[in-house]
């Protein structure tokens, strides 16, 4: 067999030859002969200049997306490839295939790609909006009691480990505090046992308390200390936290945030283990503020339980002048970042706790 052709016709285009299975690298240029393609190598001193021979049906094209080379597989497996898109697009055209994919005819027609684009934010905005609500109430009732438990004691590990040390109170105020405690989650959803308190020196956090899902709920010296004598504040507060346990805003908090997490997967790919991470870490999103509905409940269910017990039941409403005055804190945002707005909830607070008086009744005689 003749080592060339008697004469070379016009090449279609330059590349990179590839044997079948194998990632050696032959340079060379891609021919068209009689309606065949033909591969002939570049490099000097091979005897036998044709690499690969197959007709035009036989052989796959890949389609462009934009400038990702060109690959032409042979019947043999062996595989052609090459940059030169726009030289193997002219041909293609010039045999009447010469129509792009649907991916780069996006790319390269601009309105087309900004009209996806904003198709895409539409259908995202319009899922976080309506259907991510539904999907995460849905998610709160079937969610097994095992989540949170799991979701509280990593939390409450992990912080033990980093940020937390263990209280300095006595044990003689822990247990005072302890005691009223229970007689207000006597009155909470699920009873007092339930409801799990823990002290703990709170550390660069300071002040501060949190409920994790599963009813545990951490009070820490700082807050304690900062209250003074006033202890009716003190439960109040974790009042305020046994509605956040009661009203599961921490599952929502966790099942948005994946939902979200979801959302960017949807449009952007793989991001990775983000929404493992979520998942398998989840509590360390209770650090993360509340919505302003959600404290608001909580705030209406402390002075709700504070009054069962028998306790005063405005008594929150003086941790948000403490707020005020002692860390000066007169904004919409609280100087603790699970509890946001100061003010206005104060007042909140005032008005909820008036109202329930003045429906209370009074027994007879």
């Given at each position: 067999?003749?080592?060339?052709?008697?004469?070379?016709?016009?090449?279609?285009?330059?590349?990179?030859?590839?044997?079948?299975?194998?990632?050696?690298?032959?340079?060379?240029?891609?021919?068209?002969?009689?309606?065949?393609?033909?591969?002939?190598?570049?490099?000097?001193g091979?005897?036998?200049?044709?690499?690969?021979?197959?007709?035009?049906?036989?052989?796959?094209?890949?389609?462009?997306?934009?400038?990702i080379?060109?690959?032409i597989?042979?019947?043999?497996?062996?595989?052609?490839?090459?940059?030169?898109?726009e030289?193997?697009?002219?041909?293609?055209?010039?045999?009447?295939?010469?129509?792009?994919?649907?991916?780069?005819?996006?790319?390269?027609?601009r309105?087309?790609?900004?009209?996806?684009a904003?198709?895409?934010?539409?259908l995202?905005?319009?899922?976080?909006?309506?259907?991510?609500?539904?999907?995460?109430?849905?998610?709160?009732?079937?969610?097994?009691?095992?989540?949170p438990?799991?979701?509280?004691?990593?939390t409450?590990?992990?912080?033990?480990?980093?940020?937390?040390?263990?209280?300095?109170?006595?044990?003689a105020?822990?247990?005072?505090?302890?005691?009223?405690?229970t007689?207000?989650?006597?009155?909470?959803?699920?009873?007092?046992?339930?409801?799990?308190?823990?002290?703990?020196?709170?550390?660069l956090?300071?002040?501060?308390?949190?409920?994790?899902?599963?009813?545990?709920?951490?009070?820490?010296?700082q807050?304690?200390?900062?209250?003074?004598?006033?202890?009716?504040?003190?439960?109040?507060?974790?009042?305020?936290e046994?509605?956040?346990?009661e009203?599961?805003?921490?599952?929502?908090?966790?099942?948005?945030?994946?939902?979200?997490?979801?959302l960017?997967?949807?449009?952007?790919?793989?991001?990775?283990?983000?929404?493992?991470?979520?998942l398998?870490?989840?509590?360390?999103?209770?650090?993360?503020?509340y919505?302003r509905e959600?404290?608001?409940?909580?705030?209406?269910?402390?002075?709700?339980?504070?009054?069962?017990a028998?306790?005063?039941?405005?008594a929150?409403?003086r941790?948000?002048?403490?707020?005020?005055?002692?860390?000066?804190?007169?904004?919409?945002?609280?100087?603790?970042?699970?509890?946001?707005?100061?003010?206005?909830?104060?007042?909140?607070i005032?008005?909820?706790?008036?109202?329930?008086?003045?429906?209370?009744?009074?027994?007879?005689?």
């Amino acid at each position: 067999m003749d080592s060339t052709l008697a004469s070379d016709p016009e090449a279609i285009a330059t590349g990179i030859w590839h044997p079948p299975h194998s990632s050696r690298e032959v340079r060379a240029r891609l021919l068209d002969v009689g309606g065949s393609f033909i591969v002939l190598s570049d490099e000097e001193g091979d005897e036998d200049r044709r690499l690969a021979w197959g007709i035009r049906s036989d052989i796959e094209i890949s389609p462009r997306v934009g400038s990702i080379p060109r690959r032409i597989v042979f019947g043999n497996q062996s595989v052609f490839e090459t940059r030169d898109n726009e030289a193997v697009d002219a041909y293609l055209r010039s045999r009447g295939e010469g129509r792009s994919s649907f991916i780069h005819g996006l790319e390269i027609v601009r309105p087309r790609l900004i009209a996806f684009a904003l198709a895409t934010v539409v259908l995202a905005s319009i899922i976080y909006r309506y259907a991510l609500p539904i999907l995460v109430e849905l998610a709160v009732v079937v969610t097994p009691p095992v989540v949170p438990e799991m979701m509280s004691a990593g939390t409450l590990t992990t912080l033990d480990r980093v940020t937390f040390h263990p209280s300095k109170l006595s044990e003689a105020r822990q247990t005072e505090i302890r005691d009223d405690f229970t007689k207000l989650a006597t009155n909470a959803e699920g009873g007092a046992g339930r409801y799990h308190l823990n002290f703990r020196d709170g550390g660069l956090i300071g002040a501060n308390a949190f409920a994790l899902p599963d009813g545990n709920l951490v009070l820490t010296d700082q807050l304690v200390e900062l209250a003074g004598g006033d202890q009716e504040m003190v439960i109040a507060v974790l009042g305020h936290e046994i509605g956040h346990v009661e009203y599961k805003h921490s599952l929502r908090q966790l099942y948005r945030a994946a939902g979200v997490a979801g959302l960017v997967l949807l449009i952007a790919g793989d991001v990775g283990s983000g929404v493992q991470d979520i998942l398998t870490q989840g509590g360390g999103l209770l650090a993360l503020s509340y919505s302003r509905e959600a404290e608001a409940q909580a705030d209406r269910r402390s002075v709700e339980l504070m009054q069962a017990a028998g306790k005063d039941p405005a008594a929150l409403s003086r941790f948000f002048d403490i707020l005020e005055t002692k860390l000066d804190d007169h904004s919409s945002t609280s100087m603790l970042s699970t509890h946001p707005g100061t003010p206005e909830r104060r007042q909140a607070i005032l008005d909820y706790a008036k109202e329930l008086k003045e429906k209370q009744v009074v027994p007879s005689g």
